[in-house]
C-alpha cells in the first residue's frame, strides 16, 4: 500500500515511509476503557483513624472515622437510613472505648453526665 510518504525518497526524505503518524488503536481502547472504569473506590481509601479522649476513663485512643465529603449522599431509606456511595457510614458512627466500654453516637460521644 502506498505510504502518504512515499516518492519522497528523491527530495532526501526517504526515512519517513516507515513514520508512524497516528498512535495505535489499542491505545485508544486503553484509554477509552480507562475513561468508562474510573479507578475503584475502596472503603479503606474512605476512612482516617481519629484520636478521641473517652470521658469516661479520660483515656486516649483512635476509632475509624469516614471521611466527610468524601463520600456522597445517594438516598434515604423510608425509616431515614442513609445509604452513602461506597460506604456503609454507619457502620462507623458507634464508637467504643477500648479500656472501659463506654459507647455511644459519635455526635454523643463527648456529652455524658456526671451521674
Ligand atoms: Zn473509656
Known amino acids: 500500500m502506498a ?3 512515499s516518492g519522497l525518497e528523491s527530495l532526501g526524505l526517504g526515512n519517513l515511509s ?3 503518524l497516528f498512535e495505535h488503536k489499542e491505545k485508544e481502547k486503553e484509554a477509552a476503557q480507562k ?3 474510573p479507578a475503584e473506590i475502596k ?4 476512612l482516617f483513624n481519629k484520636t478521641f479522649i473517652c470521658k469516661a476513663c ?3 485512643f483512635k476509632s ?11 438516598s434515604q431509606d423510608t425509616d431515614l437510613r442513609p445509604k452513602y456511595q461506597h460506604v456503609d457510614s454507619l457502620k462507623y458512627d458507634a464508637i467504643v472505648c ?3 466500654g463506654y459507647a455511644a453516637l459519635h455526635r454523643y460521644f ?5 451521674t
Open 43 to 46: 472503603e479503606e481509601d474512605l
Open 35 to 37: 475513561a468508562a472504569q
Open 3 to 5: 505510504n502518504i510518504f
Open 98 to 100: 477500648p479500656f472501659c
Open 58 to 60: 479520660d483515656k486516649e
Open 64 to 74: 475509624k472515622m469516614v471521611r466527610a465529603g468524601k463520600v456522597k449522599l445517594l
Open 18 to 20: 516507515e513514520m508512524q
Open 110 to 114: 463527648d456529652h455524658l453526665s456526671d
